[in-house]
């Protein structure tokens, strides 16, 4: 599964737990815009929370935690929040809830350094317990408020104007996001404009997570996943995002802000033993997939891939995996000046090689994977690459007696050049996310090879959280909109 939807997969991670109770936001705020409106105009992503609290006792928490756990993911943040509860003197789950479970807003902003900020809705005591067990020390006044630094962690935190319910609101940053903080304040104090929350009610009625995102490019948040929208030189819109979850299930949806509501795009079933089949930018498929699977060999030298539609499908099949690919280049000419021999035009000849330059492609496809590809040059369409991959002697089994061998990757590219190129504009597929991480875990690098234990700390791939995903999002001249499911793999009972 590509960076891009893992991206967003995160996101989802970390803010979608609140799907499962009823929002406490006063019926006048019921898309929860009073505290987004606290924020400054120019922020480039704001993601509000309700009720937070409950994902703990949710079967989406559960899966999170036992997630957390075996990856070790997140590991320097979970150390940060048990220092934190342990000045507020309560159990980590209790300042979960206190701080962050009722109503909080994330949000980012990019200046020379990128920056974010956490604005959360607090009962008053926890305004006054947070300054004073957490060792808070007055740092300045900016606009008539009092600006603390926690030292341990250098965060700063201030206390904005309370909600309408009474609530005290707090907001916390990292030291080096104060131009961020200085903003809000600004906001407060009437010195500056503030954020609308209009684009939250872009979101359906029942969503539980509203936000907004402003893409900036590759150095932005999201860069990853800009690159599978939009090219390199292409107008960006900003976009409503939301989502909501319902029992095991993460549904997102996402919308050019611009344009009027209308049904989003439904995602295609994944197919079984079809690990991932995708449809977009050529260009993004090889740097957000193939490269980043070690498939680094699958595009010939002399061949450049272009952002034209592409299509990759792996799969398991009789005789082990299976990975297809058609690829937009820009040029087969290029071929000719290079040591290959130039392709044959339309009906192409194949060519056929090993591949085993990485440990990725040989922990999937063997020590002796074959390889086959060709170049489809049609004049009256963009030049295509078609490559195929599969497993070698050691991993593919032998036939039975009396059972048709499994397709070579001869066979494969043969099949694939009588077939249309795809047309479908925008990003489509699904996958197994959690096989397609299990096929690729034994890849990791290892502390010790002796005893092959991996090394611990980091973030672990969060496609080991989702059984299945599907996702179709469009595009077309100034609009985006989009659907993505994932499915949560269901935490053993421990």
């Not at 940053?173 to 500056?192: D, F, I």
């Not at 991959?389 to 990757?409: C, F, L, Q, W």
């Amino acid at each position: 599964m590509g960076r891009a939807l893992l991206a967003i997969a995160l996101l989802a991670i970390l803010i979608c737990g609140p799907a499962l109770a009823p929002s406490v936001a006063p019926s006048t705020d019921a898309f929860g815009t009073e505290l987004v409106e606290r924020l400054p105009k120019g922020v480039v992503g704001v993601f509000s929370i309700d009720n937070a609290a409950t994902l703990r006792e949710s079967e989406l928490g559960a899966t999170i935690t036992q997630w957390m756990g075996e990856q070790d993911a997140l590991s320097r943040s979970r150390k940060a929040w048990k220092l934190f509860a342990d000045r507020l003197g309560v159990s980590e789950a209790d300042a979960f809830d206190e701080f962050l479970g009722g109503h909080a807003v994330l949000a980012f902003g990019q200046s020379d350094v990128p920056g974010w900020i956490v604005l959360a809705a607090v009962d008053p005591e926890m305004d006054v317990r947070m300054r004073r067990r957490t060792r808070a020390v007055p740092k300045s006044i900016v606009h008539g408020r009092a600006v603390f630094r926690l030292e341990e962690e250098s965060f700063l935190l201030a206390t904005l104007p309370a909600m309408a319910d009474g609530r005290s609101v707090l907001a916390l940053a990292p030291a080096e996001t104060e131009w961020l903080l200085e903003k809000t304040l600004a906001v407060s104090a009437g010195k500056g404009d503030a954020f609308s929350g209009e684009v939250l009610r872009l979101a359906p009625t029942d969503a539980v997570v509203r936000g907004y995102w402003k893409p900036n490019g590759a150095s932005g948040f999201f860069g990853d996943a800009e690159r599978w929208l939009w090219g390199q030189h292409e107008p960006m819109q900003a976009l409503a995002v939301w989502a909501s979850a319902r029992g095991g299930t993460i549904d997102i949806g996402l919308s050019t802000v611009a344009i009027e509501a209308e049904p989003l795009p439904e995602p295609e079933e994944a197919d079984e033993g079809v690990l991932l089949d995708l449809i977009g930018p050529g260009e993004a498929i090889v740097a957000g997939v193939l490269d980043r699977a070690g498939l680094t060999g699958l595009v010939p030298e002399g061949l450049t891939v272009t952002r034209e539609i592409g299509e990759l499908v792996v799969k398991r099949g009789r005789g082990g995996m299976e990975l297809g690919a058609r690829l937009p280049v820009a040029s087969a000419d290029s071929l000719a000046e290079t040591q290959l021999d130039q392709p044959a035009v339309d009906k192409a000849r194949v060519r056929i090689r090993e591949l085993s330059e990485t440990r990725a492609s040989r922990a999937v496809f063997g020590r002796a994977a074959q390889m086959a590809w060709t170049v489809l040059d049609r004049r009256a369409e963009p030049a295509e690459l078609v490559v195929a991959v599969t497993a070698g002697p050691d991993v593919a089994p032998r036939a039975k007696p009396g059972e048709k061998p499994s397709p070579n990757a001869f066979a494969i590219v043969a099949e694939a050049t009588a077939r249309p190129t795809p047309t479908t504009i925008g990003l489509h597929g699904s996958a197994y996310p959690y096989d397609l991480w299990s096929l690729l875990h034994s890849t990791a690098e290892t502390a010790d090879p002796w005893t092959k234990e991996p090394e611990s700390g980091g973030f672990a791939s969060i496609s080991a959280l989702f059984d299945t995903a599907r996702w179709a999002v469009e595009k077309a001249p100034g609009r985006v909109r989009g659907r993505i499911v994932l499915d949560l793999r269901k935490a053993e009972r421990r």
